[in-house]
């Protein structure tokens, strides 16, 4: 059971990347799917959620009106849309897994994370 996130890069504040989160061994359409993120020297955020359940997608007061999170299920894929980058966005984003449901904008229980993949956000 391995997730993998993909999409991570560096950019210029103002920019935009979509991350992907694909699964191995399991399909995601049976799972709540977040996003959490950690800044260098800062502990780990949750960033956003969605639900499976009622496919209800959450993101914090930190990313709102510049993120998203939605699910191409016909490639089982979940994906975070990030807009209008910000220098504070740089960290090391994960996706996670779990089969509870989100607490707002946050996943928990987290079951199964991702390995990381590092966003860099810089003039």
């Known amino acids: 059971v391995q997730l993998v996130e993909s999409g991570g890069a560096s950019v210029q504040p103002g920019g935009s990347l979509r991350l992907s989160c694909t699964p191995f061994?399991?399909?995601?359409?049976?799972?709540?799917i977040g996003w959490f993120r950690q800044a260098p020297g800062k502990e780990r955020e949750g960033v956003s959620c969605i639900s499976i359940s009622d496919g209800a997608a959450h993101v914090g007061d930190a990313v709102a009106d510049r993120f998203s999170i939605y699910r191409d299920n016909a490639n089982d894929t979940v994906y975070l849309q990030m807009n209008r980058l910000k220098v504070e966005d740089t960290g090391v984003y994960y996706c996670?897994?779990?089969?509870?449901?989100?607490?707002?904008?946050?996943?928990?229980?987290?079951?199964?994370w991702g390995q990381g993949i590092q966003v860099t956000v810089s003039s």
């Open positions: 996670t897994a779990g089969a509870g449901y989100c607490s707002g904008h946050v996943l928990d229980p987290v079951w199964y």
């Open positions: 061994g399991f399909t995601l359409d049976s799972y709540t």
